[in-house]
């Protein structure tokens, strides 16, 4: 039991802030288990195949959208089911950098430490 609490990366929040690193993180951890197929459109998987990836993603998925997505018994319904909610967040994001990034100059900032902390937080 103590197992299942020791979490690998920090699990998705309701407000969606972290979707995109996510994403990345759930993808890399099924690959990583040889379980992606899972969440892969048109997939083989058997029931055994699909218990250990819901498992995982409702794990790492915030209380408020357990409840939520409570009756859905298939991963690739699940994150399909998520992406649809979450997606619109990379256009948001992007447009967000790109713009904080055409705006960035270093003479509106005191520090160079200043400077590098708010270009690595438009990079990131």
Known sequence: MTNIENRKFIALDI???????WVLDVKLHLSAKKLRHTIDEDNAASNEERATPMIFLRHYIDDGLKYEYLT???PLE??????DRFEHLKAVVLSNALNDWSQLRFQ???TISE???TLFKIVS
């Open 15 to 21: 407000s969606r802030k972290n979707y995109l690193s």
């Open 108 to 110: 509106d900032f005191k």
């Open 72 to 74: 859905v018994e298939n």
């Open 115 to 117: 400077y590098n902390s």
């Open 78 to 83: 699940l994150w399909q089911n998520l992406n």
